[in-house]
């Protein structure tokens, strides 16, 4: 049984093509014992959801990003990258498929991404 951790991861993902990939790494970060959030499980319907998505990031102590290309053409990611930046929350790039690092938001390509 994994050791509980206080860590809590949020994830950002495209639903598009990447729910399956963010939901094996929600279920795998459990397992380890950390609390991660995951946006089709932490916010409920009727509420606003912009509002929930920016208390779950300003609460997390890391994001990670998956990275897919839905990921990289959406405003929402990019909007979740931009309020984790400016809370000052480590991001950790994950790759579930391959994406021109160019088309990617400029806040990742710095970052060692793990694939």
């Known amino acids: 049984m994994a050791?509980?951790?206080d860590l809590k991861i949020f994830i950002s993902y495209s639903r598009a093509d990447a729910s399956t990939f963010a939901h094996e790494i929600l279920?795998?970060?459990?397992?380890l014992g950390f609390t991660p959030y995951l946006d089709v499980h932490d916010i409920v319907a009727g509420e606003l959801w912009e509002d929930r998505?920016?208390?779950?990031?300003?609460?997390?102590?890391?994001?990670v990003f998956v990275i897919s290309p839905g990921s990289?053409?959406?405003?929402?990611?990019?909007?979740?990258?931009?309020?984790?930046?400016?809370?000052?929350?480590?991001?950790?790039?994950i790759?579930?498929?391959?994406?021109?690092?160019?088309?990617?938001?400029?806040?990742?390509?710095?970052?060692n991404f793990i694939y």
């Open 3 to 5: 050791q509980e951790t």
């Open 27 to 31: 279920n795998g970060l459990k397992l």
């Open 53 to 63: 998505l920016e208390n779950l990031i300003n609460a997390c102590d890391t994001m």
């Open 72 to 93: 990289a053409g959406s405003d929402r990611c990019k909007w979740e990258i931009d309020k984790a930046k400016t809370s000052s929350k480590r991001i950790i790039p």
């Open 95 to 111: 790759v579930a498929s391959d994406v021109d690092e160019q088309q990617l938001p400029d806040a990742l390509h710095r970052l």
